[in-house]
């Protein structure tokens, strides 16, 4: 790999700019507005003024859906996923899982989920 491609990765990592256009297309096609560019325009200043404390992140799930996502998981009424489960809804969800602080042992709670996710 060359060096100026490596460094091209390593800025689109350190910057996490994958994972943004991965939820900014999910917003998007979950939305379907009519204005695609003044919706995806509003969605970063959501995520700006959300990583400043100042209003609320954009969100493609609610509590609801994320309920019924664990539930799924949770296929016998435990009340608790494994870590490989929660790593793997992580992904369907496009979501990083990189900074994980579970370990495979780990039980994962429908809060713990509600909250993490």
Do not use: C, W
């Not at 939820?23 to 204005?35: F, K, Q, W």
């Not at 700006?48 to 404390?53: C, H, T």
């Not at 490989?84 to 900074?99: K, W």
């Amino acid at each position: 790999m060359a060096a100026g491609e490596q460094q091209s990765r390593d800025y689109l990592r350190r910057h996490r700019l994958p994972e943004l256009l991965h939820r900014l297309a999910a917003l998007l096609l979950y939305h379907r507005p009519e204005r695609p560019r003044e919706f995806l325009i509003q969605a970063l200043e959501r995520v700006k003024a959300g990583r400043r404390a100042e209003g609320e992140y954009p969100y493609l799930m609610d509590e609801a859906n994320l309920a019924a996502m664990f539930e799924l998981l949770d296929v016998v009424g435990q009340g608790h996923i494994t870590a490989a489960q929660y790593r793997e809804a992580l992904r369907t969800l496009g979501l990083s899982t990189e900074d994980l602080q579970f370990g495979d042992d780990a039980n994962i709670t429908l809060d713990v989920f509600k909250e993490e996710v």
